[in-house]
């Protein structure tokens, strides 16, 4: 099966810096590739969502890169705010059927 | 502003109690997740359902879990007996097609 790993596990920035988190997956079968954050108390909500037919995807402040050739894809937030802090999940799926494969999630904050 | 509606919020309750969650996905989405967050493992995947039906319940301790779908209004989630090991978040998730999924706000169950 898909095996997704994200770092890093915790991120502390700058507001108004970058914020960078890494994802690999596995499964060279793996053709989406959705972000998902979580405020506290919360349940996750997809912020942006890639797939194997396109290599970057930009919304406002947030982009994905995917790389299938090197099995790894990237969410990039540019002039961070604090109400960016969240904990962040990437995820796989090779479509039809299979399921979302999630990463454990990255733990972002940004300092004032 | 339709979305996932979970109920209860919070549930805490002696080992061996049986527990009941449900989750009243969006209407109009005909696949629904069954989710399992804690700190050690993550979001592991309990079930999911497509038109109401089954698709795969392999995430699920089979003893003692047990996923339904009554109608399109209604899933549930129930685990008899509990144990303290079941203490985790438990979301419910449903959407429009297999890869974007609408996540709840969770169910947070303690068992003592």
């Known amino acids: 099966g898909e095996n997704v790993e994200q770092h890093p596990s915790t991120l502390s920035v700058q507001e108004g810096d970058s914020a960078v988190i890494k994802c690999t997956y596995s499964?060279?079968?793996?053709?989406?590739f959705p972000w998902y954050k979580q405020e506290l108390g919360k349940g996750p909500q997809l912020i942006i969502d890639?797939?194997?037919?396109?290599g970057e995807k930009k919304d406002q402040r947030i982009a994905v890169t995917l790389n299938k050739t090197a099995k790894h894809f990237s969410l990039h937030i540019t002039e961070t705010q604090p109400e960016d802090s969240a904990v962040y999940f990437c995820?796989?799926?090779?479509?039809?059927?299979?399921?979302?494969?999630f990463g454990i999630g990255t733990k972002l904050q940004v300092i004032p | 502003d339709a979305r996932v509606t979970q109920t209860p919020r919070h549930k805490v309750t002696e080992m061996g109690q049986e527990v009941t969650m449900r989750c009243q996905p969006i209407?109009?989405?005909?696949?629904v997740f069954w989710y399992r967050q804690t700190m050690m493992q993550g979001l592991e995947l309990l079930a999911y359902?497509?038109?109401?039906?089954?698709?795969?319940d392999s995430g699920m301790p089979k003893d003692r879990f047990s996923a339904e779908m009554p109608d399109a209004t209604l899933a549930t989630l129930k685990i008899q007996p509990s144990e303290p090991r079941d203490s985790a978040v438990y979301f419910c998730?449903?959407?429009?097609?297999?890869?974007?999924?609408?996540f709840g706000p969770g169910t947070r169950l303690t068992v003592l």
């Open positions: 998730a449903s959407g429009p097609n297999w890869h974007e999924q609408f």
């Open positions: 499964d060279s079968a793996s053709n989406y």
């Open positions: 890639i797939r194997s037919n396109v």
């Open positions: 995820a796989a799926s090779s479509g039809g059927y299979q399921k979302v494969t």
């Open positions: 209407l109009g989405h005909n696949t």
């Open positions: 359902f497509r038109n109401r039906a089954p698709l795969d």
